[in-house]
Every structure is written in C-alpha cells, then in structure tokens.
C-alpha cells in the first residue's frame, strides 16, 4: 500500500497540487491524505484553509484531510520540531494517528527549509519527497543549509511557470530539476474556485490593488505600510482609474483600510474594500481588472503570465534597500517584480506593459543575487557572479545588491580592499558623526 500526504497551508498551495494531481504530476497511490497546516501567528483564531471559501471544490481530489495543528496540539507547526532522537516514537505516533499503518510514504511539502515541512520529511526519513512552489521564492536560493538526509530524498521541484524561461534556484545544490505545473491545468483549478466569489460585488474593470501586510514580517511599519497603499491608490487615479478595488491581507488591520477610504474620498474616486478571502485569481476572472497593482506579491505575476492582465508595483525599490539581513527570502520575489513588472508611476511603461529585462538577463541576475545571498551552498556560482559584477553593475544593477555584501565576498563593486578598514576604524566613524552634524547644522 502506498500512501501520499500532501502537506499545504494555503488555497494557493492547494491549488498548485490540485493542478499537478490533474494533469498526472504524481504516479496512482492507494490513499492520498492533505495535511492542512495553519501557520498563522494564532491559528485558534484564524481559520485555516480547509475552512476558505472555495476549499469544498478541491477536496474531492483527496481521501482524507487532516489536521497538522490538531495532531501536534499544544505545539505551532512553525516553531516546533522533535528531537532527532525522537524521530523513531513520533513516526510510530503519526502512523497510529494518520492510521498509516505499514504504507509505503511518499510526501508532497512546501518551503522544506522550515518546519512543518522540514520536521515532517525528519520524521519519515526513509520517505521520497516532492517540494512544490507556489510563488516567487523558488526562484531564489534555498534559504538554509538543508541535512543531506533530507535534500538527497527531493525529487524535484514543481512550479507553476510564472516567468516563462525562468528556472528555480531552489536546491539545485542536490542537483534537483525544477518541472513545471501545467499552466492550463491551473487555470482549469482556479476556473473552479471562481463560483466561490459570489458574494463579491459586481465591479468590471477596475484597478485592483493587492495588499499584503509586510508590517507583520517587520520589512515596513504600519505607517509605511499605510502610505504604500495610499501610494497605489493615487497612482492608479494618476493613470485615469476611477473605478478601484482595494484586497486587503486577511490578516491586515482593519484602519488600512479606512486610511484608504479617506484618500479616496479625497481624490473623489469609487473605492470598493473587500471583506472576503477569495483569491486574487478569483478576481482576475470575474472582474478582469483594468489593471492589478501590487508590492511584490505573487499574484502580479499570476496576472500577467495567466491572465494577460496589466500590471504596475510599488515600493520595490524601499524593500529592496529595507530588506534585512541580505539573505532574507524574500529578496529574489522582489527582485523578480522589480525586474519584471513596470513602475506605478511610469506611465509609458505600464501602457506598454514593458518590462525591465528580458528572461535571459533576469536568470543570469538571480543567480548572482542568489551565491551573494548565500554563497556557502552555491560555491560554485563565485566566477558566474564576478563575470556578471563586472559586465553588468550600474546604477540600474546596484539596487540589487549590498556595497558591505559585495566587499564581504570579495566581489566586483565593493569597496577596494585597501579602503575596506574604513568602516572599522572608531576613529574615521567618529569623523564621520561629526561631519554630519555639522552639515545639519549648516542647513538650519
């Protein structure tokens, strides 16, 4: 008997397998489990997946669904692990529970880098594992250094062909080929989830704008955040909108939104919240946006590459220089928007809907950004990024990297090896201070 446990947190997600288990992306199994896993910061108030709307149209691709939270409770599945001396008794535990019995597991997880997808691939250390991508992030370098144990057992990666061309970053180190998602097949998914969007209003056209709530992962404050969405509003006016749609992060405060409100009225246009936890795709097909903006979310791309709607970002350029520590996952997702998508307040460019660079150039600078994030798991990207430093840094480049990264690495467009002292030396800091408060000074 074999058994496949497919291990999601989001409908996204849950789509992605509905996709891959439809066009034949996983070999027949006798049972087929979803282990639905609710991450969020208090999971006892916020409802996982299982209960999003839409959810009831992709059950019936799977035999079981199950609890993650439940299974482990009192513990969070982000924040817990067992110790590996206890692997032995928690598989015995979870074949008891799941009533998995002898069955052969093959499992089906995102991001293996954290748990719950790390600790679950420990625990069944003998079992295959496919990891699954739903968004920009596997595009980038795998975030930390993964147990052999664990990255020798991945068989691939599926995605989903956000960048057409584009191929994942993500633990290549093992040598695991990226396969992608059939884009038809996932569209055919979303296609199925769009009825769960009835109790949205009827608005055609419109510009919508996505929320994403950066202010929870510490890379703005509320305040910045507030202004990013009033930034979207105003530019889309700009460019002769007056119709928006403004869908908020599930888990946003409420006062974005009234912020928003009162910009609106201001600017005299008609804005429309969402109170509803449809997917961005569900209003992709029912409201076929006139045009969709965003930060860096995923669902720019899935508008653009799926749907073949325009679209503009803002705040890229903040997030790129906010993002902290260099290595920060979200780096590559941005960079890829940035890269990619036109600016909000470039007119001509969201018209045209022209892109920054092409496939080609974006892969070789993915790359780069990826072995100056995290240069110990891909060595052998060093004399790629120093060729691609060397040819390609300019004022337009630089924006991706870190003069401090590139001096630490020893890389082209850091700080000569001769000055690099300077920024050590307490005295040249001190001279420094004093220098800037005497041009404070002089401006008052």
């Not at 529970?97 to 499992?107: A, C, Q, Y």
């Not at 969405?229 to 460019?239: C, D, K, S, T």
Request: proline fraction near 8%; aromatic fraction near 8%; hydrophobic fraction near 40%.
């Amino acid at each position: 008997m074999t058994t496949q446990i497919f291990q999601a947190s989001t409908l996204y997600g849950t789509a992605t397998l509905g996709a891959a288990l439809d066009s034949g992306a996983f070999r027949p199994a006798d049972r087929r489990i979803l282990l639905v896993c609710n991450n969020a910061a208090t999971p006892e108030t916020t409802p996982g997946l299982d209960g999003a709307p839409g959810f009831e149209r992709l059950r019936d691709r799977f035999d079981d669904v199950i609890s993650y939270n439940e299974t482990i409770f009192p513990f969070h599945p982000g924040g817990w692990a067992p110790r590996p001396d206890d692997f032995p008794l928690w598989e015995r535990f979870l074949r008891h529970e799941w009533r998995l019995g002898d069955d052969d597991v093959e499992f089906a997880v995102e991001s293996i880098q954290v748990n719950p997808s790390l600790s679950l691939t420990q625990i069944f250390n003998g079992a295959p594992v496919t990891v699954y991508a739903d968004g920009l992030m596997s595009y980038g370098p795998t975030r930390n250094k993964i147990d052999p144990l664990v990255g020798t057992r991945v068989d691939r990666v599926l995605h989903l062909d956000l960048v057409p061309g584009l191929k994942p970053m993500l633990l290549t180190e093992f040598g695991v080929p990226g396969e992608v998602v059939p884009t038809a097949a996932f569209i055919k998914v979303l296609a199925e989830l769009a009825p769960s969007g009835d109790e949205l209003p009827q608005i055609d056209e419109p510009a919508l704008l996505l929320g994403q709530y950066l202010s929870a992962l510490d890379i703005l404050t509320p305040e910045q955040e507030e202004n990013l969405h009033v930034r979207m509003l105003r530019g889309a006016v700009e460019l002769g909108h007056t119709k928006v749609v403004f869908k908020p992060h599930p888990s946003a405060p409420a006062r974005f939104a009234r912020t928003l409100e009162q910009e609106a009225e201001k600017l005299k246009v008609d804005l429309t919240v969402l109170d509803t936890t449809v997917l961005a795709e569900v209003l992709y097909q029912r409201m076929r946006p006139a045009l969709v903006v965003g930060c860096f979310s995923t669902a720019l791309l899935t508008a653009s590459a799926l749907y073949g709607l325009p679209t503009a970002r803002v705040g890229t350029d903040t997030l790129l220089d906010r993002l902290t520590p260099y290595e920060n996952s979200n780096r590559v997702p941005v960079t890829v928007v940035d890269a990619l998508v036109p600016a909000l307040g470039d007119r001509k460019a969201v018209e045209a809907q022209r892109p920054g660079m092409g496939v080609e150039d974006l892969g070789a600078l993915i790359r780069a950004v990826g072995f100056a994030m995290q240069p110990k798991i891909y060595p052998q990207l060093r004399t790629e990024t120093e060729r691609y430093l060397t040819r390609h840094l300019n004022e337009r480049t630089i924006r991706y990297f870190k003069r401090k990264r590139l001096t630490s690495l020893g890389l082209p467009g850091g700080v000569p090896a001769q000055l690099a002292f300077l920024p050590r030396n307490a005295t040249v800091r001190r001279m420094a201070r004093r220098a800037r408060n005497l041009r404070r000074v002089v401006r008052r």
